[in-house]
């Protein structure tokens, strides 16, 4: 069905493929929740590939700043002309699938107008603003993006410094930077591609400079038709990072910039024409679409991490490097133990962060639908885990993709390899956030002996998750007795930030008992029993790897014993050798195309080598024989050196 | 004396270093092994910022992949022209600083030219070889490579699969490229630059294809006069990398390509006219070379590491965000525990490696000098400790890189940060090592006891030293009982094969040992007595915070007991807590010029703010206010929404 094994193919790959012990067909629907959903990627995929809109004449590694954002631009508009070619209403899977087609790892001049600026047009908008608005947004005849952050200020939205004071001669609010840390900084597509902006600013209306805290307004920035700057306000790109190149995140300042009165998003807080300020009739709950989008954020991560144990499995069953046995002839470098524990365990903890990822998505579904009938009860949690998964998933995805790097050696460094381009496509996710403790002690309960993990034959699921849940709990309770006892001699806050390390590494195992649970649960509902079991045991590797890795947690008051936590390393040894003739097959269950993956080292057919030296023809450098450099410099400081001999 | 508080600067900077408790002259001293050296890298400072030949009218961040290559040819031509201004015979003192001050982070054409090409000539020819080659290469009248690694092998010597077959009848090797995986590949300079390579080639002669190993050539590559390759020479850049993109690595194929007998390094072995091949009188130690060039790099990833962290503690300092007691204003983000956290044990960490770097350059002088008395007896734990350090040192500082560029939040993403660079620059350094565990058995000795940590204030060095020579001791008996136990029933290969991972950890606990060891050695030795109180604290910082990632194996056997365990994490609080005030101080002990830095972020005077907005605006895409993608497809298609309103 597949078609994964074709004529031509590495040998190597080919022998993997054959001896895996599941039928990939029924994995791969297990590993995207259902057939239907890979029939529609196999769908989408032949649609990118067939379109000549959508094709790359050099590939993106050989392109400069200007050329990369030319892309993008180009791209970002072929991709919204053919936007029916998927189900728009799922940004989730399709949406997702489809732009990492057409566009590979990056963003674009359009990723905040769909990302941010729509969704602040539907969620902020009173209804006259709403029919004068969202028309142009959805037809796209305006291109948004959202201003919040500042040089000075990123996350902390009360210290924004730029205001917009309210003038009631003329009923306009004037938009003003009062210093230069108060330049707004880093918004996608602000630099050279929007022409209007969510413009997040500090209200002061209703008498002398009353504050009335950080609002929403809608702020034209550039001309129509010549798109040059209006008056008033200056921007510009922020330069090249460490990646996603492609987005002219950008700089904008304002002079005393003008926009009329209803120009303030409306739909909970008002300004009338007098000035009067109308505060909303309750707290905003804009919390949803947060936690959708770090859903969305969890399964990226997920994707990235997941696309670095493909090439890095494909690659290490391609590449064959020293002798285990001597005159046996060169291995393949799969099969050294410690190239096993490079790779297996980044694709169990793939295989954990995808599956987070859905179980956030449904967990947010379930909400919503709650919040419809008026219960919030299960918000707070929501938003504990999904902030607490944000923050392990990006940190690890980020560590993982560059073990996974490294365990491809000297071509693992090279862009052709994909893994740079990954790597900081991935990291640019990551922040940190560790809060959320005492709300963790909700969940903690009483006590509960000695751990149960036992050889991994044995252990059930239960006894991991008992055994986490336990080490968890005690984390939690030994963080809050700190807190409270600092709390005698100090402010709140201040014990807080005294504690706050601690508090971190309790969140993160908090984090890591969940990942562990829906791991397991997600592979004990599997149907085939062949997928089921392979999958079960990189989920248990999973969990084992975790354990001997916070062994100094879970020894803690003679908890787990030495006897067990040699156990946990040796079972980890003897489940590498199980799945060892399982992982190519593993790492095609995440159905990722070349087109996907883009990376000479992953190759589906594993014909690696050829396709490296085609790409290195590519090169910028290589377009002469001889440089400039050579006339310029080496030439004549090599002509004057055999002049001297 | 220092000039490093100046009028102007940021206050908070200048707060931190009147806050510090020692000299930062006594220290800067103290960090770079004395006066005179301190006092040189201020000259050659000076002396790199005067000469006008050095200067880059455009940041490197903003440069194309062409554009960088050009800047790298220029530089390394300018470099070397200036050569005399400093001690040549010193690399790992001023060499490698007058590179970092001219170049920054990256390699350039003559990379190799010096690093790998000239050491050859002087190490591998006979006497008429050398009066040939030496005055070229060190005239600078030819430019060399070193070509060894190939496309499907790299250091794996044997393996190589490019062959010199020796042709008696016209007295010449004929070079060869007899598959496609025998390209050669990531040589530097070789792309574009070299117009000659050492070469190392598998040697035919001897009768019908008598293989004789590997061996080097000297292979002329391109034409004096025009640079363009000589026929049955194939060669080119091998595209874009993670970084180090001013090299031009290159790939190199032979279609049969002759060159003369005597152009086979013969100081070791020959082959005569008529083919007869003579072997080298003894094996080759071509070793002492490598141990050097290791200290180098171990030098070169502390001072990233350094970089880094000097980046990382003058902006916490300068940032001010979110209230840790509310109203009493923004505090500085270095006032956060998890801040201090993130940044202090990385730049202990950096000291660590810095001075073993010191030990190891100081070890290779003293067994190079035994070595001419005829005694090696040192240099195979010469080869351990340099090979194990290389190893650990780069993933942790790789790793430590990324954990400050993201406790810089957003900006630390920005090419203005120097991060990306710093970070792709030094993971560059990044393979893995792990064998030489048997060896280390040597030096363990018999069990002792019970862990002696107690509170830090307390603790000696003898007490630390005891307990981490005990755990690593511990950790070679029970990797070597299992590589015995597994050799009963396998080869013994096979077994070092299934031990591997243990093995490694164990090598790298060893490592760490050495580590600390050096760290508190130097310091003890330091004269200054403030000094010596802060980094005393900083080394027992690094040690605790050690034994708090490996408080699994400190604690097996109860030989730490849980109340020990304890005690190590509250007293790294502790000494966070100390260590706070000298922090900025510290960063400045590095003596990192803004030249050398390269950072908006780390700048000596703070200004941070400014500099950041100065820097964008030098950004490819602000050369015009309209970007072409508005023309081309922005600006069409909002004029088609606009219509369809």
Known sequence: YDNIIRPGDNPDLTKERKAASF???????????GED????????????????????????????????????????????????AIDGSDFFGEGLYFQSLVIGRELHSMSLHYGMFL????????????????????????????????????????????????????????????TLTATKWWPGGLGKSANVAVVMAQLYTNGVNKYQGPHPFF????????????????????????????????????????????????????????????????????????????????????????????IGIRYSAVRRQGEINEGAGEVQVIDYRTQQFRLLPQLARAFAFLF??????????????????????????????????????????????????????????SRASAFPDIYTYAVGGCTYEGENIVMLLQVASQDSGKARIRSWKQCTDEDIIHDFEAVARRMIFSSY?????????????????????DLCKTARMHVKLYLVKVFLRRVSAC???????????????????????????????????????ELVQSDLYEMLEVLRPESVALADSWDMSDLELRS?????????????????????LNKTEVLPTFEKYLGPMMKEGRAHL
Chains 1, 2 share one sequence.
């Not at 039928?23 to 929740?33: A, D, G, I, R, S």
Request: hydrophobic fraction near 40%; aromatic fraction near 8%; charged fraction near 25%.
């Open 527 to 565: 149907e085939d029993a062949a997928c089921k079991k392979v999958m079960h045991t990189l989920a248990t590797l999973y969990a084992f790897d975790l354990i001997s890795g916070a062994a100094g947690y879970f020894m803690k008051g003679g908890f787990m014993s030495e006897l067990q936590s």
């Open 219 to 310: 702020v034209p920035l550039r001309d129509h038709d010549t798109h040059m700057p209006l008056k008033g306000v200056t921007l510009g790109d922020i330069g090249p990072k460490f990646g996603i190149n492609s987005n002219d995140n950008g700089f904008l300042i304002f002079d005393h910039y003008r926009i009329p009165r209803r120009n303030m998003f409306m739909r909970f807080s008002k300004v009338l024409p007098d000035g009067t300020y109308v505060a909303p009739p309750h707290a905003k709950l804009g919390f949803g679409t947060m936690v959708f989008v770090r859903s969305i954020m969890i399964k990226d991560q997920a994707s990235q991490l997941g696309a670095a144990a493909v």
């Open 481 to 501: 007795d700190r807190l409270k006892s600092f709390e005698t001699t100090m402010t709140k806050k201040e014990a807080w930030n005294k504690c706050s390390i």
């Open 600 to 620: 000479v080292l992953g190759r589906r057919d594993g014909n690696v080598y050829p396709a490296l030296l085609e790409w290195a023809k590519k090169s910028q």
């Open 23 to 33: 039928n990939l067909w029924k994995m791969q629907c297990f590993v995207h929740e």
């Open 356 to 413: 987070a990822a859905y179980e956030i998505k449904t967990l947010y579904m379930l909400v919503t639908e709650q919040i419809g009938t008026g219960n919030s009860d299960m918000l707070p949690e929501l938003h504990a885990v999904s902030s607490g998964l944000k923050s392990v998933v990006s940190w690890e995805t980020a560590q993982g993709i560059e073990q996974l790097r490294l365990a491809c050696g000297g071509h693992g460094y």
């Open 37 to 84: 959903v890979v029939k529609r990627r196999k769908e989408i995929l032949e649609f990118v590939e067939n379109t000549r809109e959508f094709d790359d004449p050099i590939p993106a590694e050989f392109l400069n700043r200007e050329e990369i954002v030319d892309r993008g631009a180009r791209k970002a508009k072929a991709m919204t002309d053919n936007a029916d």
């Open 119 to 178: 969704p602040t047009i539907q969620g902020q908008t009173d209804d006259d603003q709403m029919d004068e608005w969202m028309g142009p947004t959805v037809g796209r005849a305006i291109l948004g993006t959202f201003a919040q952050t500042e040089m000075g200020h990123g996350s902390n939205l009360t210290k924004l410094e730029t205001t917009a004071t309210y003038d009631p001669k003329t009923e306009e609010f004037v938009l003003h930077t009062p």
